[in-house]
């Protein structure tokens, strides 16, 4: 069984500041992981993929994830936070062998001033 | 401007309406979905098709009801709605492989607002 979980549902930085926004999984098996973002009005779009090839996979708009299988988790970040990254985040886990992919409950990302 | 489009983008209907929304995709992908987007719920999963064929259907109530006519066109017929399915629908699509597996990332359109009244 797979599932995953966005351990905060609100997560408020500073512009100019690092960003955080942490993800759990759970999986039977290596599984494929993805983070998305939301902004307001629109659909989810791909922010970035992790299938095996590197711990650490590099996204758009400057943000990264790191895979840790030892943790369980798979946190996104970004050094510098800007306003346009105010949106909603979710973390999904996919996996083999028919339609399994779960979406974490997402985590809204605020950007102050 | 996203490979999967939806109209209309904003919908109000009676409960006694008839209406359809619409999702187009030109990304060559051979699976689509359609997903329920509620205010401080979960994505919930409606339905997959996969080849134009039905492989999920999520325990979706009957006045929703999906149409795959090809690879690039999905349909939500929609009949008898009640309050609580307003809420922003979205479609997604993706290339499934030939072994089945949903490991490609998914392509969304910008949803369509549903408004029942």
């Given at each position: 069984?797979?599932s995953v ?6 997560v408020?930085?500073s512009e100019?500041t690092?960003?955080l926004?942490?993800c759990?999984y759970s999986s039977s ?6 983070w ?9 779009q791909?922010?970035l ?6 711990t ?6 400057g943000f990264?994830?790191?895979?840790k299988k030892?943790?369980t988790?798979f946190?996104?970040t970004k050094?510098s ?6 949106a909603?985040y ?5 996996g083999?062998?028919g339609f399994?992919?779960?979406f974490?409950?997402g985590?809204r990302?605020?950007v102050k001033? | 401007?996203?490979g999967?489009?939806q109209t209309?983008r904003h919908?109000?209907m ?10 187009e ?5 051979n ?7 509620s205010?401080?719920?979960p ?6 098709y996969?080849f134009k ?6 325990s ?5 009801s999906?149409e795959?006519p090809n690879?690039?066109h999905l349909?939500l ?7 609580e399915d307003?809420a ?8 499934v ?5 949903y490991?490609?990332p998914?392509?969304?359109g910008?949803g369509t607002?549903?408004t029942?009244?």
């Amino acid at each position: 069984a797979q599932s995953v979980t966005q351990l905060d549902s609100h997560v408020s930085v500073s512009e100019g500041t690092p960003v955080l926004l942490r993800c759990n999984y759970s999986s039977s098996y290596s599984p494929s992981l993805f983070w998305y973002v939301q902004h307001p009005n629109k659909g989810l779009q791909l922010l970035l993929k992790y299938t095996s090839a590197a711990t650490l996979v590099k996204g758009i708009n400057g943000f990264e994830a790191e895979f840790k299988k030892s943790e369980t988790s798979f946190h996104l970040t970004k050094p510098s936070a800007h306003m346009s990254d105010a949106a909603e985040y979710f973390c999904v886990v996919s996996g083999t062998g028919g339609f399994k992919t779960i979406f974490g409950a997402g985590t809204r990302l605020f950007v102050k001033a | 401007e996203t490979g999967v489009t939806q109209t209309p983008r904003h919908l109000v209907m009676g409960m006694t309406n008839k209406k359809s929304l619409k999702c187009e995709q030109h990304l060559g992908h051979n699976a689509m979905y359609w997903y329920k987007q509620s205010a401080k719920k979960p994505l919930e999963l409606m339905f997959v098709y996969n080849f134009k064929e039905q492989t999920e259907n999520n325990s979706v109530p009957s006045r929703f009801s999906p149409e795959c006519p090809n690879s690039s066109h999905l349909f939500l017929h929609l009949h008898t709605l009640q309050p609580e399915d307003s809420a922003l629908y979205l479609c997604a699509s993706s290339q499934v492989s030939g072994m089945g597996s949903y490991n490609s990332p998914l392509h969304f359109g910008n949803g369509t607002r549903l408004t029942v009244t």
